[in-house]
């Protein structure tokens, strides 16, 4: 396993991420070629990505899979972007190159879960990241804000994000990627 103190000096490049043994107890991100690290995400957390991965397998059209924490390059090109959502939705295809991560061009739906110290990361720069990388539909399930911002639902269009109203009081209705409705309570209830 490298030692943080080990770590290369400067932006790193795909070639040096891919060659880092880093503490699997972590959660280990690639910005702009700026290694970040989170904390593994908690139970409730992890809950919540269980119950929407199974929700959306259930509804999915085929052809599409959901799946949980799978490396995502948002940016190949130096300095690399290497993202890790809690869920993402993916094409069949991706599974038959057996590669350790999926390009963004892959993704029709990335989903994170806001956890303590990723509220910023997730509303702002994963925003943005994603909207440029293409990724179609990005999802952000807040358990801990106000309710009307507990489930949030952005559709690409033009190269940015707009918001798509999904959730009206305690039911969520989204078209994208699929037609869908259920209840918040379903995923964050407690």
Same mark, same amino acid.
């Given at each position: 396993m490298t030692d943080l103190a080990h770590l290369p000096r400067?932006?790193?490049?795909?070639?040096?991420?891919d060659a880092l043994e880093l503490d699997p107890t972590r959660r280990w991100e690639l910005s702009e070629g700026a290694l970040t690290m989170s904390p593994r995400p908690d139970v409730w957390h992890q809950r919540i990505s269980k119950r929407l991965t199974r929700l959306l397998d259930d509804h999915?059209?085929?052809g599409l899979e959901a799946v949980p924490e799978i490396e995502v390059i948002t940016k190949a090109s130096f300095p690399p972007s290497v993202r890790d959502p809690d869920i993402v939705v993916v094409s069949e295809r991706v599974f038959?190159?057996?590669?350790a991560r999926v390009s963004a061009a892959d993704v029709v739906l990335a989903v994170e879960i806001v956890s303590p110290g990723s509220r910023g990361t997730d509303h702002v720069m994963k925003l943005?990241? +994603?909207?440029?990388a293409g990724i179609a539909n +990005?999802?952000?399930?807040?358990?801990?804000?106000p309710m009307d911002e507990r489930f949030l639902a952005y559709r690409l269009d033009s190269g940015s994000y707009q918001l798509v109203a999904a959730l009206e009081a305690d039911r969520i209705?989204?078209?994208?990627?699929?037609?869908l409705e259920f209840s918040l309570d379903l995923l964050i209830g407690r």
């Open positions: 400067g932006l790193l490049s795909l070639e040096q991420w999915l059209p085929d038959g190159r057996r590669s943005h990241e +994603y909207a440029k +990005y999802w952000i399930i807040d358990p801990d804000a209705r989204v078209k994208e990627p699929m037609v």
